[in-house]
């Protein structure tokens, strides 16, 4: 009997088709770049123009981006109920979300949204190559190097292009793509290559907590925060 690998322990990525009108599109990026205004990047050089810096970070309160936020929210539930949560004991908020423009040349370095437990990403352009820019996943650990530090490469023993030690997973972008994934995962997005067009996405920040708890005395769930509602605001010392 030949050796056979299990894969064991699975990142659950989740990725949609949106059916987006294509004047939808068109008016959605128009409205993106009308909120950038003049600028073209962040300050960081080479980094993208991210919206969630610039002060436009509630795209989710705005009309033109209520039905797209709404296919967030839908599939954010399926996403959940596919992982096993019961949608009766947590509760869904949308903290924040804000647009991502990418001229050619620029990309978004390495990091992790501690603040949210679920990212979203709506792309409003791309033709599915990557040219523009791909969402980069990256392994919260390297399970399966054995020696640690192997799988990082510089000509060491292990080879880190097959399935079991790649350093990454690329996404590439495609008009109408949902890509959703736990928010803990450092992630990036590599430079834009396509010399004649930009990279325009939508991000979305998702936390769950407990349910609404209107019966006095009843406490929320142990590993959850109570809902927000229920939080209070502690003046300043």
Do not use: K
């Amino acid at each position: 009997m030949s050796l056979q690998l299990q894969p064991l322990f699975p990142l659950a990525l989740a990725t949609a088709q949106l059916r987006l009108d294509p004047m939808d599109s068109v008016l959605l990026l128009q409205d993106v770049l009308g909120l950038r205004g003049e600028a073209t990047g962040n300050p960081n050089l080479g980094c993208a123009w991210t919206g969630d810096i610039n002060g436009v970070w509630q795209l989710h309160q705005l009309p033109a981006f209520a039905a797209i936020t709404a296919e967030v929210q839908q599939h954010a539930w399926a996403y959940l109920q596919q992982l096993g949560f019961r949608s009766d004991q947590v509760a869904l908020h949308l903290q924040r979300a804000w647009p991502v423009v990418s001229e050619p040349g620029q990309g978004v370095g390495r990091h992790h949204h501690p603040n949210a437990h679920l990212s979203a990403i709506v792309y409003l352009n791309g033709d599915g190559s990557g040219r523009s820019g791909c969402l980069r996943l990256f392994p919260p650990h390297q399970s399966n190097e054995l020696v640690p530090g192997l799988a990082v490469g510089h000509d060491g023993p292990l080879d880190g292009s097959g399935h079991w030690n790649a350093p990454h997973v690329d996404i590439a972008p495609r008009t109408g793509l949902l890509v959703l994934f736990p928010a803990q995962i450092d992630h990036a997005v590599t430079a834009n290559e396509d010399e004649g067009d930009l990279r325009v996405s939508l991000a979305f920040d998702l936390a769950l907590s407990a349910p609404l708890c209107e019966q006095p005395g009843l406490a929320p769930p142990e590993y959850l925060a109570p809902h927000p509602q229920q939080w209070g605001a502690l003046a300043g010392p």
